[in-house]
């Protein structure tokens, strides 16, 4: 179970992916959790130098799919919102060892960093020994756990727009306060100018089979000035009741609704809306 | 009062073992040739067993079921109901039907999915209200109910419920069973071997000395290894049998042991009372406990659900009936506190809402209803000893700023609302009844050798509530000699007399006394330089109140110990999110015989409370299935979940335990879901709350119902 490929750089990595029969593992906190009785081998991604830490460009903040949560929590880059959700991932011992590009490529609607990629219209960096490619994380998830990832792909690097790093509002509610899986986070983003908004963003965790976000709700508030919004903050707030059907499992959809509407609710509030 | 000298702490006998990692669990153990059984459990409720069709068995592989055993089909825990493999039909979802063995577990496993069962499935009894079948039925009460309630000022009349608790030990359950020339040796994870002991002697028609069974390092019981480990070893047994002298190891997963052992009974109360000028005058109180499908010891843990029905206080008039009913659901056993924990939530509860209703502060309220030294207990037993909660009220409100934070926090607003609940309650210390004299008749044996150390033989298990340190510190301290001479052995049916069960917070008391009597009785009698036998044996109490099983009257308790507690809580009206601020709890077990052991279980069992009061959810759902069998399912608190939390010990000493020692182990847990909910209806606003655990989601839908 503990044979493996351990390599160092990315293109030795791809290389490896080209075989059906091996892995990737970027941490392994969830892929542990499963059946571990596999014949395929794993590839250990956490020594792959093109694919660590935090790193910016005059455009974005780029975080490493194989950096850690806790890495990321250590780093005078990563943006607060990021490191807020990070810091309520599982418990110090899984943040040791699990990775922002495991945390995506897992596919869970419930991911905490995958809902701050979401907020942030983060795009990945995903390449295979075929080549290399860019695509927004929204469009990553096709829905019910299946992402659009090619069984020779990896996720290289996540790119955060510096435009898109707002002032944020964050809440995440689990079934207690460390080592429990999200039953609904959301994540908002909010910038004004001179009394008009001029970026909206609120992505939804948890509550649907992929992280909730729509930008056509978000537009109806965007560009408008404070009072205005105010005007029509209860319409806002009834279009995401309407648009948003969430899924039941460990609490109900009924709770799910609930809590989304009271935390986007607060949201507005704060922002004074 | 100068606190005792052997109340001091010292580096517990375990610590090295435990803290290096080096001590050696049930599972550990792997001995030469050893086999793995697993036992096919049924997948329904109820349903008859029309055919059981086993795969061909491969080479080196063992198949038993019921027609193997040699003796009853029983297992024997106070009654015999229970079987040990299903014959012809199984009343419980993980009911065992059949077992096997083999070299390689999952091998076993897999051989397991292709017995093919031929069943017709039943509709199941899963509503205590409407189910048939009644395994135990106590009335009993005292004065006129009805002209009570026919001349009060105000009626009140209340349901509570109460859901399952799992004791989510760290250890799984787990035994190593061989047979060796005609005697079968089990040794595993338990709570009480003489159980095991009389399990493996009934079902297999064995004299006593043809079993052995010994204690493994054991990870957490809190009841759950009361029982359950005798099934277990029945089945291990039975393969064993076959096995031709090589042992078999039965080691269940966490979800075949969350789904087929016991936990906590589920409990619907009706209370109902009268108040005349203010005054409480009367108690009517039905309570029913979901037994599950075998009766196991609910009449026991019933028993003590209704002797404690009462609380703390103290009524002329009052009826109770108490009911166990049988639904096809896993039997339930026990869990820290024993059915306590069921009927003081329902108690306390319901003294804060009377008195919410007449305007009074709950604490007032109970207060002037506190029952005293000489009063009568629920079953018209007596207090016989002081009863210090006035001090620990005291203690407890100061400690916590309880009246300061109540009145606070009648005024405010936003989205966070704090509360704060107070709740009081005793536990009744010790087995129930007369049953130490009449069915334990508890001996221990001291044991000296020829250099001058001494062994402490008894059959009672630490398992991790720190036993083996706190008997070698009775016996070391009697004996004035250094601790580091005196050792508790792990419990060895062969070598240990039978001291009874390590339930109902009787160890320390009950068995160190014993322990106490017998180090007196060596110290008097020492000689240096040979070996020395000395034993003691339990006597009753002179001043006991015979406890008359059948009317449910007399001293259902030789003493109590009692505890005052505080919760502080916030709560998120956007989520229904709490958040424990604030645990302040006054105990009283009599004198600690160790202040850290005693002040560690305390706080265990306060955060035990706690889970029971908000995140430990598990119910059956209609089929009859635990659906939550995980621990990323049942959430119990982890370290990030631990609030402050202040324990001050009360020392009322109890003339009959060594140097005042009372019952402890259970004590910090059954008032303290109480506490909780109390702060947390204050924390909405006044929204009553009526059965625990209570969730994020039940708050969140209650404060948006009431427009908070």
């Given at each position: 179970?503990v ?6 750089r990315?293109?030795?990595?791809l290389a ?15 892929l542990?959790v ?10 250990y ?7 660590r830490?935090?790193r910016?460009?005059?455009?974005h ?5 194989a ?5 990321v ?5 990563a943006?607060p919102?990021?490191k ?5 991932v ?12 495991g945390?995506?490529?897992n ?5 905490d960093?995958a809902?701050?990629?979401?907020v942030?219209d983060?795009v ?6 075929r ?17 659009d990832l ?12 510096k ?12 079934g207690?306060?460390a080592?429990a ?6 994540a908002?983003l ?11 963003a ?9 992280i909730f ?6 537009s ?6 404070i ?7 209860q ?18 959809k ?5 809590v989304?509407?009271?935390?986007l609710?607060?949201?507005l ?5 | ?37 697993a ?6 409720a ?7 069709t ?5 080479p ?20 015999c ?36 069962v ?22 009993f ?15 009140y009349d209340e ?9 989510a ?13 005609g005697?079968?040796i ?6 009480c071997p003489?159980y ?5 002697v009934?079902?297999?028609a064995?004299?006593?000395d ?6 493994d ?36 997963g ?27 005058t009367?108690?009517?109180i039905?309570?029913v ?7 196991t ?9 209704v002797?404690s029905?009462?609380?703390v ?17 896993v039997?339930c ?5 024993f ?12 003294m804060?809402h009377?008195a ?6 709950p604490?007032?309220?109970?207060i002037?209803?506190l029952?005293?030294?000489g009063?009568?207990?629920s079953?018209?037993?007596?207090y016989?000893h002081p ?10 409100v100061?400690?916590?700023?309880y ?13 966070l ?8 309650w ?9 049953g ?10 001291l044991v000296?050798s ?10 009672n ?7 083996k ?7 070391a ?5 250094p601790?580091?001479r005196v ?5 060895d049916?062969?070598r ?41 044996d339990?006597v009753?109490p002179d ?9 449910c ?28 601020l604030?645990?302040w709890?006054?105990?009283d ?21 706690i889970g ?5 959810q ?23 979940d631990?609030p402050?939390?202040?324990v001050t010990l009360?020392?009322e000493k ?9 019952g402890?182990?259970e ?10 909910l ?10 009553p709350?009526?059965h ?8 969140l839908?209650?404060?948006m119902?009431?427009?908070?």
């Amino acid at each position: 179970m503990v044979s493996g490929l351990h390599p160092r750089r990315l293109n030795e990595a791809l290389a490896a992916m080209a075989d059906p029969g091996v892995i990737a593992l970027a941490g392994g906190t969830d892929l542990m959790v499963g059946e571990t009785e596999t014949e395929r081998r794993f590839l250990y991604l956490h020594n792959v130098r093109e694919m660590r830490g935090l790193r910016e460009t005059p455009d974005h903040l780029v975080v490493g799919a194989a950096t850690t949560f806790t890495e990321v929590l250590e780093s005078p880059l990563a943006p607060p919102l990021l490191k807020e959700a990070v810091s309520g991932v599982a418990s110090p011992a899984v943040r040791n060892a699990g990775t922002v590009g495991g945390n995506v490529a897992n596919g869970s609607p419930k991911a905490d960093s995958a809902l701050v990629l979401m907020v942030v219209d983060a795009v990945l960096l995903i390449a295979s020994a075929r080549g290399e490619r860019l695509l927004p994380v929204a469009d990553f998830y096709l829905g019910g756990k299946k992402v659009d990832l090619a069984s020779d792909e990896l996720i290289v690097e996540i790119r955060l727009p510096k435009s898109r790093l707002a002032p944020h509002y964050y809440c995440k509610v689990g079934g207690r306060r460390a080592l429990a899986i999200s039953r609904l986070s959301f994540a908002g983003l909010f910038r004004q100018e001179r009394g008009r908004i001029r970026h909206l963003a609120a992505a939804f965790g948890a509550v649907t089979d992929v992280i909730f976000r729509d930008r056509c709700l978000e537009s109806m508030l965007v560009g408008l000035e404070i009072p205005e919004a105010k005007k029509l903050r209860q319409d806002f707030l009834a279009a995401y009741g309407a648009a948003l059907v969430p899924t039941s499992g460990r609490v109900s959809k009924e709770y799910r609704r609930s809590v989304a509407l009271n935390l986007l609710g607060d949201f507005l509030t704060v922002f004074g809306v | 009062m100068a606190p005792h000298p052997i109340s001091e702490p010292v580096v517990k006998k375990d610590h090295d073992l435990k803290m290096s990692g080096r001590a050696l669990y049930a599972a550990d153990h792997y001995p030469e040739g050893l086999l793995f059984a697993a036992a096919l459990r049924s997948p329904h409720a109820r349903a008859r067993i029309l055919k059981v069709t086993p795969p061909e068995l491969p080479p080196g592989h063992i198949y038993a079921d019921h027609r193997d055993i040699p003796g009853p089909n029983e297992i024997p825990i106070v009654n015999c109901d229970t079987p040990v493999l299903a014959v012809d039909a199984v009343q419980y979802v993980g009911e065992p039907i059949l077992v096997m063995a083999g070299p390689d577990e999952r091998a076993v496993r897999k051989l397991l999915s292709r017995v093919r069962v031929d069943y017709e499935v039943l509709e199941p009894e899963l509503d205590v209200k409407t189910a048939g079948t009644t395994y135990c039925d106590y009335n009993f009460g005292r004065g006129d109910v009805d002209k009570a309630m026919a001349e009060a000022d105000k009626t009140y009349d209340e349901e509570f419920e109460t859901f399952y608790q799992e004791q989510a030990y760290i250890e799984p359950q787990g035994l190593v069973v061989r047979w060796e020339e005609g005697k079968i040796i089990a040794r595993g994870s338990m709570q009480c071997p003489y159980y095991v002991h009389e399990a493996l002697v009934h079902a297999f028609a064995l004299p006593e000395d043809k079993v052995r069974v010994v204690q493994d390092v054991t990870g957490g019981g809190f009841g759950g290894k009361e029982d359950f480990p005798s099934n277990l070893a029945c089945l291990a047994a039975l393969c064993a049998m076959k096995a031709g002298g090589r042992p078999v190891g039965l080691f269940l997963g966490r979800a075949e042991d969350m789904e087929c052992s016991t936990k906590r009974h589920p409990s619907v109360s009706r209370y109902r009372a009268a108040v005349k000028n203010g005054r409480l005058t009367a108690l009517d109180i039905d309570v029913v406990f979901n037994a599950g499908a075998y009766t196991t010891l609910t009449g026991v843990v019933l028993l003590r659900g209704v002797a404690s029905c009462v609380g703390v206080y103290k009524v002329d008039n009052l009826r109770v009936r108490g009911r166990g009913v049988k639904t096809n659901t896993v039997p339930c056993g026990a869990y820290r506190g024993f059915g306590a924990p069921q009927t003081v939530f329902a108690v306390e509860m319901f003294m804060g809402h009377i008195a919410g209703d007449l305007g009074l502060d709950p604490l007032d309220f109970k207060i002037a209803h506190l029952a005293a030294q000489g009063d009568l207990t629920s079953t018209s037993g007596r207090y016989h000893h002081p009863v210090p909660l006035p001090a620990m009220i005291e203690d407890a409100v100061k400690n916590s700023g309880y009246r300061e934070k109540r009145e606070l926090c009648k005024r405010q607003d936003g989205r966070l609302r704090r509360g704060v609940g107070l709740s009081l309650w005793f536990h009744g210390a010790g087995f129930a009844g007369t049953g130490e004299r009449d069915f334990i008749k508890a001996r221990v044996r001291l044991v000296k050798s020829a250099d001058g150390r001494v062994e402490a033989l008894a059959s009672n298990t630490d398992i991790g509530q720190g036993l083996k340190t706190t008997f070698a510190k009775i016996v070391a301290h009697e004996l004035g000699i250094p601790l580091d001479r005196v050792t508790a052995c792990s419990p060895d049916t062969d070598r240990c007399p039978n001291s009874g069960p390590t339930v109902a917070s009787r160890s320390i008391m009950t068995v160190g006394e014993l322990f106490r009597r017998a180090a007196v009785k060596l110290r008097e009698g020492w000689a240096d330089g040979v070996e020395q036998v000395f034993e003691d044996d339990y006597v009753q109490p002179d001043y006991i109140i015979p406890y008359d099983y059948d009317r449910c009257r007399g001293d259902a308790y030789a003493t109590y110990s009692w505890a005052a507690c505080v919760v502080e809580l916030e709560v998120d009206l956007l989520t229904g999110v709490h958040r424990v601020l604030g645990v302040w709890g006054c105990f009283d077990a009599g004198t600690p015989v160790d202040r850290t052991i005693l002040t560690g279980q305390m706080e265990g069992g306060l955060l035990q409370g706690i889970g029971y009061s908000s995140m430990e959810q598990m119910k059956y759902d209609r089929a009859g299935r635990i659906r939550n069998k995980t621990f990323s399912d049942y959430l119990i608190p982890t370290a990030m979940d631990v609030p402050l939390i202040k324990v001050t010990l009360h020392v009322e000493k109890f003339p009959e335990g060594p140097y005042g020692a009372k019952g402890a182990g259970e004590l910090p847990l059954p008032g303290v879901p109480a506490a909780y909910l109390s702060a947390l209806e204050q924390a909405m606003g006044g929204i009553p709350v009526r059965h625990a655990p209570f969730s994020a989601e039940e708050t969140l839908a209650a404060v948006m119902e009431a427009g908070k």
